[in-house]
């Protein structure tokens, strides 16, 4: 049963929402493991929410990009986010790394291993070259709010729109989420994993963070 049913909404986002959107993501993240190695001062804050924040004003940039926000019904709180880009499939192909997005990385960000990352995940894009799809990234929801239907909410939001518009949606699972996706009706495509343990020397231990390639085909409603 979802007991959020008639306390919350969710909306399309504007600008004005970046602070309270990448806090939200923030604070959603910041216990991955991997986190600990893009940010050289985790897990304080404030590095993190400026790239979150930059990311969330590079994907407002694009007109392919919506994000829609969980809001609560009475205050108006932002409780949870997520975003889809519609994609040709055209630009995967030609996707190349420059920067981890359209902005320059704040100070205490560790260029060398988001670069290795980025690369990685990008070859997992080529499972969607020539197919026209959406790509549904940054779910997050306040972890206060956790285990209550709100990240369900959202994903069915995003599968309505690519049911009625018949295409796949295409996404990067966390290692934490992965069930939750497949619970959800994706099926995996492919993995890339990343060997912590063998990254710097301040978090080792960590072992293989393993990154999920996924599709959900479009269902008849």
Known sequence: ?????????????????????AETLTWSHISEAVMSFFFLDWPRTD?????????????FAEPQSKIFKAVDATSGAILGLVCM??????????????????????????????????EGLGKLDWNMVGKKHYMVSSLAVDPKHHKKGLGTRLMDHCHQIADKDGLAIYLNAFPGAHHLYLKW???????????????????????IYRTWAMIRQPKKR
Request: aromatic share 14%.
């Open 47 to 59: 590095i993190m929410l400026q790239y979150m924040a930059d990311r969330l004003a590079g994907k």
């Open 1 to 21: 049963m979802d007991i959020l049913a008639t306390s919350f909404a969710i909306l399309p986002a504007e600008e004005a929402d970046i602070p309270a959107l």
């Open 185 to 207: 009706g994706y099926e995996n495509v492919e993995k890339f994993d990343v060997d912590l343990g063998a990254y710097g020397e301040k978090y080792r231990g960590f072992g």
């Open 85 to 118: 880009t519609l994609e040709t499939g055209e630009e995967v192909a030609d996707r190349k790394f420059t920067s981890p997005g359209t902005f320059e990385p704040p100070p205490g960000f560790d260029w060398g291993f988001a670069q290795m990352v980025v």
